[in-house]
């Protein structure tokens, strides 16, 4: 390797990023991750532009990363763009969208801006020369069963890459990319189930991996299966503050009793949209919040409807959901956890079980389990013949969720991978396999 080597590996995800660079040390595997924002090695995939500012030599004024997320939460006038990595593919990358103050911006310099800055984090954490060599990250499938618009997504990605000084660009698999530090540790080929739950979507792939192929630029040929549902983390938060935070708030209650004895369920429309995060912020507009205050007579206790108000006067729906995520981390190891409330009434709080847990996330975790299934069976295989399950992606910490996938595969080695880096970190061993010479 030259004494400045000039080369990073970025994983774009859909909900978060991370940057691989080369570390002191020389060989392959002598990358580590940079600190994109204070304390992370992660950052959200997330621009926030403001409604407010002037232009500088870099753009409209905005933020990424944690700072937009916490921009949008606190109410500032502006747009949050996530989930940026779906526009890929689609008609929209050319197009102009409205970003607040009479601003537009297009979609392809939104994205392109985000690398920009991921590849300015990379520079500013100690990345050395020109730093114009990249290797990315893609799914087996930008657009599912549409190779035109597949092929297009990845040309608006490289596009997008050489537009903020990448010169030469490669792009690597990610179900490959995530189980490449396995790879380096076994002494022959397996067939290996890569499951990839993150906060939007559980994606499964059957891959080919073992020391003879490790060297192999091109591995398209040994992604066996690729499957994957809409289900994850997000959609456990919801569940888990439906179950347990939003019924002392009247979630699932009843109003008075009328005249023939029958009780009306309050309506449920606002927990939904207080459970959903993107939604939350919907609650807070004015016409909403008065339409809540008129439905005090809708609670039979009132001060369940006290409570909401609160929470909506005072904006703390993010807080809620943020406690529902907490709880749902603490309980995924076993045992029960206690949902400290406060904030909204002194002496709230709400006991979370693993059983409520359980019962609220049933369901979902059933259509991810059975989605490994049908990715094993694409590929031709019985579920025996996986050789290991690779484990990736933040939501695989819930033991719950965990289990239940390994059931299915009793004779495989589990093998955990970074929940949050490993497909960055495989990237970066790519990487340098391609540019460190």
């Not at 002037?54 to 990363?65: C, E, I, L, V, W």
């Not at 807070?284 to 409807?305: C, I, K, N, T, W």
Request: proline share 4%.
């Amino acid at each position: 390797m030259s004494s400045s080597p000039s080369f990073c590996a970025i994983d774009f995800g859909t909900s978060n990023s991370a940057v691989a660079i080369p570390g002191p040390e020389s060989g392959a595997r002598a990358m580590r991750l940079v600190e994109l924002e204070p304390g992370h090695k992660t950052m959200p995939t997330a621009v926030f532009y403001y409604a407010e500012g002037r232009h500088d030599a870099d753009g409209p004024p905005r933020a990424f990363g944690r700072a937009a997320v916490a921009a949008y939460v606190d109410g500032i006038d502006g747009r949050l763009m996530r989930s940026m990595k779906s526009i890929l593919g689609s008609g929209l990358i050319d197009q102009t969208t409205d970003v607040g103050g009479g601003r537009g911006a297009k979609y392809s310099d939104i994205l392109s801006g985000y690398l920009k800055r991921l590849r300015n984090r990379a520079l500013a954490d100690g990345a050395t020369g020109a730093l114009n060599k990249l290797v990315l990250g893609r799914p087996v499938f930008f657009v599912d069963g549409e190779p035109e618009r597949d092929a297009a997504a990845q040309s608006s990605l490289e596009a997008a890459a050489h537009a903020v000084g990448f010169d030469e660009v490669h792009f690597q698999f990610e179900p490959i990319a995530a189980a490449f530090d396995y790879e380096s540790q076994i002494d022959r080929e397996r067939i290996v189930l890569v499951a990839d739950i993150g906060g939007g979507t559980s994606d499964f792939s059957v891959v080919r991996v073992g020391p003879d192929r490790m060297q192999r630029l091109d591995r398209r040929d040994d992604i066996l299966a690729n499957h994957g549902v809409h289900i994850a983390g997000t959609d456990f938060d919801r569940h888990i503050e439906l179950a347990s935070i939003l019924r002392e708030f009247g979630y699932r209650s009843l109003g008075p009793v009328r005249p023939d004895g029958s009780a009306r369920e309050v309506p449920s429309g606002v927990y939904f949209d207080l459970a959903t995060w993107h939604l939350i912020n919907t609650v807070y507009s004015p016409g909403r919040v008065a339409e809540l205050r008129s439905m005090r007579s809708f609670y039979a206790d009132v001060q369940q409807h006290q409570r909401l108000m609160t929470v909506v006067e005072e904006r703390l729906g993010h807080e809620l959901a943020a406690r529902a995520e907490g709880a749902k981390i603490e309980v995924s190891g076993g045992g029960d956890a206690l949902i400290d409330l406060g904030l909204i009434e002194n002496g709230l709080e709400v006991r979370l079980s693993e059983a409520t847990a359980v019962a609220s996330l049933d369901a979902d975790i059933g259509r991810i389990v059975a989605a490994g299934r049908d990715t094993v069976a694409q590929a031709g295989l019985k579920p025996e013949q996986i050789d290991a399950l690779y484990f990736t992606g933040g939501s695989t910490g819930l033991r719950l969720l965990a289990e239940r996938i390994a059931a299915d595969y009793p004779a495989a080695q589990q093998v955990r991978g970074d929940r949050f880096a490993s497909v960055a970190t495989g990237l970066g061993l790519h990487a340098a396999r391609l540019f460190a010479h």
